[in-house]
Every structure is written in C-alpha cells, then in structure tokens.
C-alpha cells in the first residue's frame, strides 16, 4: 500500500511561484502525476513523469511554466509551478500508478493511488 501527501499549496499573486511536494511512503520509485480540479470542473492532467524520472509529459497549458521532478532517495515528487495565472487555481493532487508499470500517463483511470489534495490560488 502507498500513501501520498501532498504540501506546498497557497495564495500566491499572478506571475509568482509555488512548488508542489508529494511524498510517498512505502515502496519508491513509481511512474507519478499531478492532476487538479477547479470547482465545477473535471479533475484534469497536469504533468507526470515515468518511473525513476526518465521521461516527463505536460499538458500544453503548462508547457514552459511547470517543471515535474522526482528525487528517489527521499521518495518525493515535486511540481515547480512558475508565471502562474489565475486559470491556474485549482485543488492538485498526485497520484501514483501500481508496482508493475514504468511509463507515464495522462489517464486518471491509470493511478492507482493518491493523495489528498493541496489548494492553490493564484490571484489576478
């Protein structure tokens, strides 16, 4: 079993920066993600990168602002979010696919494990 936690949400002004931190207990090195939710909406993909950190995928909205990372050794994912914009407001969450798969996704459907989710707002 994997528990995901995530920290680094906040308010932040248009234009500023956040990083997003996931932390996994149990086994490391799985292929994650970070998806969000915005009220009213469908939780969407974000980032996500394959297992020990060899390939990255973004969602064109991001490309260019976010940056998705993992260190092995402290079992954590992370989401560097800079020139952040409102549309950017969201509640984020990581998630993290089962034990046997290695590549990335953008498919929800395919992670098996997440966390509970961390706000951040960006103000206009």
């Known amino acids: 079993q994997v528990q995901l936690v995530e920290s680094g949400g906040g308010l932040v002004q248009a234009g500023g920066s956040l990083r997003l931190s996931c932390a996994a207990s149990g086994r490391s090195n799985y292929a994650m993600g970070w998806f969000r939710q915005a009220p009213g909406k469908e939780r969407e993909f974000v980032a996500a990168?394959?297992?020990?950190?060899?390939?990255?995928y973004y969602v064109d909205s991001v490309k260019g602002r976010f940056t998705i990372s993992v260190d092995n050794t402290k079992n954590t994912m992370s989401l560097q979010m800079n020139s952040l914009k409102p549309e950017d407001t969201a509640v984020y969450y990581c998630g993290a696919r089962g034990a046997s798969y290695v590549g990335y996704s953008a498919n929800a459907d395919e992670y098996n494990y997440w966390g509970q989710g961390t706000q951040v707002t960006v103000s206009s």
């Open positions: 990168i394959s297992r020990y950190g060899l390939a990255t």
